[in-house]
């Protein structure tokens, strides 16, 4: 699923020593970079992958990287050391994470062996991997007080998360030390701060890979995880930057994870051009809070309404707080879900479910459940009704997103994640007001 930031300033000369490092390693576990493909930095994205002599069309292979060269289940089932650390009588069914958790761990402890000893057969790939992110989640305190509450609820659920995994693997480990320097793993090495960055190091740079197509492996770590092992660290793959405009596909062919680009904007590319791939149609909410970047004009974009909003948009509107709202109606839409995929898009407009919502909420006297679930699944006509209160809704957001941006400026610097942050407010500001241009130009507000 590629990697995290978009604006990275010019890499130094390490980071360069880093790639030919990797390229030198992935070289000895069988990659032959078939299709010449070269790491560069680029103005809008920071560092992403070109071919300095190959041109690419639809149905052209991308890369072809050996299963080898990834870390999957099969790689952590294959590390006797690291399988010790986990004794499988203290698992607990009702305490399992992730694959991604379990992996970001698996970062750590390879950069363990890489500090104190030298030792990680992952060591080329380690150095590659950013030192930070730019996803919200690491705003500073003051940058996230200014931040709306859709922003703040995804990060406090991404560290409740990443918490308690953190808070399993301690209990699991325990006071282990390690064989190297003796010390003890949760208490001296592996931090929460540490695991902060493993977990989005993989959360970021993660790719799908169905694990039933790797060889038979054991089932150590299977008591502890929940749900499948369907992703890996794909080093140097990992490079791709994400594009809406481009469709790619990855399978696994034989002993090799092949990237073949399906559709582009254009004919084809031109050597040099930076090559992109898809992360999947995601929309710039997803990718900022999972990837740390967002793209403007985003083609898979879309703005999401909570019932709070509504609620905060009515005591902002004097025509609509004097009027009477009962509490019956609101504890339907929530019963319901009906509050779930609120949104407006560009190009097809209000949702479903917003306009239902809305017209629940302003357009009906009645609050009785059977009346409500009539009215509610009944003829989708009715609820065409409800443009002012839409206008309504998308302006107070305009307005409240433009309050944090002004917020954000007051402080005296912002982060690379505050500054990330800022820009996507502005991105939807701009996104919401062209939707009131499109949808509701002489609408008078």
Same mark, same amino acid.
């Given at each position: 699923m590629g990697r995290t930031q978009r604006r990275r300033s010019h890499r130094n000369t390490k980071d360069s020593s880093? &790639?030919? @490092?990797? *390229?030198?390693?992935?070289?000895?576990?069988?990659?032959?970079? %078939?299709?010449?493909?070269?790491?560069?930095?680029f103005l809008q994205t920071g560092r992403g992958l070109c071919s300095k002599r190959a041109t690419f069309a639809p149905e052209d292979e991308l890369i072809r990287l050996p299963v080898e060269c990834l870390l999957s289940i099969a790689t952590l089932e294959s590390d006797e050391a690291f399988k010790e650390l986990f004794n499988k009588e203290f698992f607990?069914?009702?305490?399992?994470?992730?694959?991604?958790? &379990?992996? @970001?761990? *698996?970062?750590?402890?390879?950069?363990?062996?890489?500090?104190? %000893?030298?030792?990680?057969v992952y060591a080329a790939y380690l150095d590659t991997l950013p030192k930070s992110y730019s996803t919200p989640y690491f705003c500073s305190i003051p940058e996230l007080q200014c931040l709306p509450e859709a922003l703040l609820e995804r990060t406090v659920a991404q560290n409740r998360q990443i918490k308690d995994y953190y808070g399993i693997i301690k209990s699991l480990v325990g006071s282990l030390s390690c064989q190297c320097c003796g010390q003890s793993y949760c208490l001296?090495?592996?931090?929460?701060?540490?695991?902060?960055?493993?977990?989005?190091a993989v959360n970021t740079r993660s790719v799908y890979l169905s694990a039933r197509f790797l060889k038979k492996q054991s089932s150590h770590f299977q008591g502890l995880l929940?749900?499948?092992?369907?992703?890996?660290?794909?080093?140097?793959?990992?490079?791709?930057?994400?594009?809406?405009?481009?469709?790619?596909?990855?399978?696994?062919?034989?002993?090799?994870?092949?990237?073949?680009?399906?559709?582009?904007?254009l004919a084809e590319t031109k050597p040099y051009e930076q090559l992109f791939i898809s992360y999947g149609a995601l929309p710039n909410f997803k990718l900022l809070t999972e990837y740390g970047f967002w793209l403007k004009g985003n083609l898979h974009d879309y703005f999401e309404f909570s019932l709070l909003d509504i609620e905060h948009m009515i005591k902002h509107r004097k025509e609509l707080y004097s009027q009477i709202y009962h509490r019956n109606i609101f504890k339907f839409i929530r019963e319901h879900n009906l509050s779930d995929q609120m949104f407006v898009h560009l190009g097809d407009g209000c949702s479903h479910n917003l306009r239902v919502v809305l017209h629940l909420i302003f357009k009906q006297q009645a609050y009785f459940p059977n009346i409500l679930n009539q009215i509610a699944f009944g003829d989708a006509e009715q609820f065409e009704d409800v443009q002012p209160e839409l206008a309504y809704l998308v302006r107070y957001k305009v307005q409240e997103y433009q309050i944090f941006m002004g917020e954000l400026d007051k402080l005296p610097e912002l982060t690379e994640s505050g500054s990330t942050a800022r820009s996507y407010l502005e991105e939807c500001v701009r996104y919401l007001g062209d939707f009131e241009a499109r949808h509701f130009p002489d609408f008078d507000q």
């Open positions: 880093s &790639l030919h @490092a990797l *390229y030198v390693d992935l070289h000895s576990r069988g990659w032959q970079n %078939s299709t010449g493909l070269s790491a560069c930095n607990d069914k009702d305490a399992r994470i992730s694959f991604q958790a &379990l992996i @970001a761990c *698996y970062i750590m402890y390879q950069k363990h062996l890489q500090d104190c %000893s030298n030792s990680s001296d090495i592996w931090t929460l701060a540490d695991y902060r960055l493993a977990y989005f929940s749900g499948d092992t369907n992703l890996a660290l794909a080093p140097f793959l990992d490079l791709f930057n994400h594009s809406d405009s481009v469709q790619t596909t990855a399978e696994i062919q034989s002993k090799d994870y092949v990237v073949t680009l399906k559709s582009l904007p």
